[in-house]
């Protein structure tokens, strides 16, 4: 006898977001949970001699493979009755129906010891899962970020060595990683032996120095330091979720993809300053200056062992936008970092706001000199340059960095802070940038109506991979305004950034090859940002209309705050003098223009000029007055953007928001990426 019918019961549009997510979920329980939209695709090859597309410059430290590969398995003899996911379904038991991001979200709530001790130890599946990089990077961060920690040194033995290998994506016939001793080279393809387990290492190595503090010297005086973790490679590893760090980390960059030189390039000793002006910062144009800081001791005398010891006893924050935590690094510990950071997708990148007060001899090595090299970006400039300085040195928003990081690392797409210009040095490295003109925004990038937050990849990586074939389709845009614009910056050269244009930067080392001990595995760079009278008017207007998204004052007290910035910008302009030297050299000396010892002279015919420009609208096609009227309306685009790319766990939250939009996660800190820095 069949049971009566029930009657079926209306779901409301919630709950059939939610089923179809169960349903997607389930789907991909399927086979393993091995598969995963996320992960990048391969992007076209555009060089010549280069028959065998993408490559990578070292193999997966654990052996994991693309979830794709389960098909082209060979079953032979006994094993033909065995499931191609075998390992996986065996080493996660009931555990099995979870993903393989579900399975690392639950091993985010183990401690280290019980990680290394218990976990990668029951099966070479959670082997593998148990040494995800930022597994361990998490732990190090959440123990010892805020206080700082040490790297242990890199050993002799653990130099990178070279062995066979085509730089393609795929199978080891051998269970276990190539032996030291069978390292060799073969038509210059580097294949990095030790390329894992670098936070392991670090969180061992702070644990042991813990231990042996809080111990008794009878306790620990026999006990060695921890042997550095060697990766072993586990053959019937099918994960796209593991196999995608790995992947944006370690693609090899085409000649084609370096090659491009578009940004207008001129010799310092061409340049004059007001072709400069008249020319590139009025015309909102970048500029790669040749030769521009080359003179300069910062230039002349940095290397990394200068570095070390010019900043002895002093600590640098350093951030990363996958990273939950900053960390505090001394100059010497983040340079064994970035020598040895070979894994992940986006590495801790020090970007350090306080140097010039914590190493005054750092700030000595260009002040002075960028005045007499480029006088156009000298304070003391006649034109306005700086007016941000009026403020007072503690009182106005952050401006300069020194920025430090290893090789491949670099900044995503985003736009400088508060509408101002930039000019940026590399001191040791080169760096590779690409430009979007404002109001044209790069592919992958979605930023919100209002600009308050952008959905992006998270490395450059993962947006080379994914968008470069798009980024090549752009450069052939028949309108050339809307074109990219691409350059490769040297130690001595010195590039102008505009406002308002989309820029992301990549650090490629002295050259295509260079790795190991030496300078070449770190970028070191120079940035300040100024206001002068070219994006005056613009600025008038961002801390008047925008002061949700005005930055480098937030956490810091004596800093003038978002909303009083715009008040007391203009009251700075107000009382400034056009002769700065009247107030001390009156005595002294005259100004030759009487005029110019009033207070309501050359500054304030600027202010009222860059007034009246910043009520008309903006000069800047990055910013409009229509972008923030509908918010809900915005909280549904980030939706739809965001809908593709996040995860099914973090879309099942996006389904249990109201859908009026509010606490929406892309309008918090954690869902988006600001136009700001802190």
Not at 209 to 218: G, T
Not at 241 to 248: E, N, Q
Not at 350 to 370: H, M, N, S, Y
């Amino acid at each position: 006898m069949s049971p009566p019918n029930k009657k079926r019961q209306r779901l409301s549009p919630k709950q059939i977001r939610i089923r179809k997510l169960e349903r997607e979920a389930a789907h991909r329980t399927l086979n393993g949970n091995g598969k995963n939209d996320s992960l990048p695709p391969l992007p076209s090859s555009q060089d010549d001699d280069d028959d065998d597309g993408i490559g990578t410059l070292f193999d997966h430290p654990y052996g994991a493979l693309p979830y794709g590969n389960i098909h082209l398995i060979e079953h032979i003899g006994e094993n033909r009755h065995l499931h191609p996911d075998h390992v996986r379904q065996f080493g996660l038991g009931s555990l099995q129906q979870f993903n393989d991001e579900q399975v690392l979200n639950i091993l985010s709530f183990v401690d280290g010891s019980s990680l290394a001790g218990g976990v990668v130890l029951a099966s070479r599946f959670l082997y593998v899962a148990g040494h995800h990089e930022e597994l361990w990077r998490d732990l190090v961060l959440r123990r010892w970020g805020e206080v700082g920690f040490d790297v242990p040194e890199k050993n002799s033995s653990d130099d990178d060595c070279e062995t066979e290998g085509s730089g393609q994506i795929k199978d080891n016939d051998d269970d276990h990683a190539v032996d030291d001793d069978d390292c060799k080279q073969s038509n210059n393809n580097v294949r990095a032996k030790r390329n894992g387990g670098i936070w392991k290492d670090i969180y061992a190595f702070n644990e042991y120095k813990s231990q042996k503090i809080i111990s008794s010297p009878s306790h620990h005086s026999s006990k060695n330091p921890p042997r550095k973790h060697e990766p072993i490679s586990i053959r019937g590893i099918y994960s796209d979720t593991f196999f995608r760090s790995y992947l944006c980390r370690s693609f090899a960059l085409q000649p084609s993809w370096l090659s491009a030189h578009t940004v207008p390039t001129i010799r310092h000793d061409d340049l004059t300053t007001s072709q400069f002006l008249e020319q590139y910062e009025q015309t909102n144009t970048p500029l790669l200056i040749k030769g521009a800081s080359s003179s300069w001791p910062a230039v002349q005398k940095w290397n990394i062992q200068y570095l070390i010891n010019n900043t002895k006893g002093t600590t640098f924050r350093a951030t990363s936008g996958a990273a939950p935590l900053p960390a505090q690094f001394t100059m010497e510990n983040y340079i064994r970092y970035c020598q040895s950071s070979t894994t992940e997708e986006a590495p801790l990148y020090l970007f350090d706001r306080t140097f010039a007060t914590k190493c005054p001899r750092l700030l000595q090595d260009f002040d002075e000199a960028i005045k007499t090299s480029c006088p156009f970006w000298s304070e003391e400039a006649e034109h306005g340059h700086d007016l941000f300085g009026l403020l007072g040195e503690g009182r106005r928003p952050d401006y300069q960095w020194l920025i430090i990081g290893p090789k491949r690392s670099g900044s995503c797409f985003h736009i400088d802070p508060n509408c101002t210009h930039a000019w940026n040095a590399p001191i040791i490295g080169r760096k590779r940038w690409i430009f979007y003109p404002p109001g044209v925004t790069p592919p992958g990038v979605y930023p919100s109506p209002c600009g308050d937050d952008v959905c992006m990849p998270i490395s450059l990586g993962e947006w080379f991979l994914t968008y470069w074939d798009a980024h090549v389709e752009r450069s052939k845009d028949a309108d050339p305004s809307k074109r990219p614009l691409e350059c490769t910056a040297c130690p001595g050269d010195v590039l102008f950034v505009p406002h308002g244009w989309w820029h992301s930067v990549l650090n490629i080392g002295d050259d295509g090859t260079t790795s190991g001990l030496d300078d070449g595995s770190v970028s070191v760079a120079l940035t300040r940002n100024y206001v002068s009278a070219s994006n005056l008017p613009d600025v008038l207007r961002f801390l008047r209309t925008r002061k949700s998204q005005i930055s480098g004052c937030r956490d810091r007290g004596d800093a003038i705050q978002p909303d009083d910035l715009s008040r007391e910008f203009q009251k700075a302009l107000l009382q400034a003098k056009s002769c700065k030297e009247a107030s001390s050299n009156a005595e002294e000396k005259k100004c030759d223009n009487e005029s110019s010892l009033d207070p309501k002279g050359l500054w304030v015919d600027l202010y009222e000029k860059s007034e009246i420009e910043s009520r008309k609208g903006w000069g800047c096609a990055a910013w409009s007055d229509s972008d923030a009227q509908d918010p809900s309306h915005n909280n549904a685009v980030l939706k739809k953007n965001n809908e593709h790319k996040t995860s099914i766990l973090e879309r099942a939250k996006l389904a249990h928001q109201d859908d009026s939009g509010n606490n929406c996660p892309e309008s918090s800190s954690g869902g988006g990426f600001s136009f700001s820095f802190l």
